[in-house]
C-alpha cells in the first residue's frame, strides 16, 4: 500500500502561480496530476515516467510543469500563469505495478 500526502494548493489571482507537492510513502513508477472542477469529470493535467518523460493536457502546456524528484518519492505541480479555468480540485496519482493510489486532493482556486 502506498500513501500519497499532498499540499501546496490555495488561493491565487489570475496570472499567479502556485506548486503544489505530492509525496507517497515508497517508491513508484508513474505519477500525474489530474483535476476536477465542480460538475465536470476528473481530467489529465500531466503525467510524468520514472524516467522523466512528461505529458501534458493541452489547456496546460506552456504554463505548467511536473517536475519530480525521485529521491524523495516526489512530484510537484508548478502551475504559472494560471487562470480562473484552472480553478479545481488537483488530485496526485501515482502507479506502482499493477496497481494506482490517489492521493485526498488539494483545492486551488483563482481569482480573475
Known amino acids: 500500500q502506498v500513501q500519497l500526502a499532498e499540499s501546496g494548493g490555495g488561493l491565487v489571482q489570475a496570472g499567479g502561480s502556485l506548486r503544489p507537492s505530492c509525496a507517497a510513502s515508497g517508491s513508484i513508477n508513474g505519477m500525474g496530476w489530474y483535476r476536477q472542477a465542480p460538475g465536470k469529470q476528473r481530467e489529465l493535467v500531466a503525467t510524468?515516467?520514472?524516467?522523466?518523460?512528461?505529458n501534458y493536457a493541452d489547456s496546460v502546456k506552456g504554463r505548467f510543469t511536473i517536475p519530480r524528484d525521485n529521491t524523495k518519492n516526489t512530484v510537484y505541480l508548478q502551475m504559472n500563469s494560471l487562470k480562473p479555468e484552472d480553478t479545481a480540485v488537483y488530485y496526485c496519482k501515482a502507479d506502482r505495478y499493477a496497481w494506482s493510489y490517489w492521493g485526498q486532493g488539494t483545492q486551488v482556486t483563482v481569482s480573475s
Open positions: 510524468i515516467t520514472y524516467a522523466g518523460s512528461t
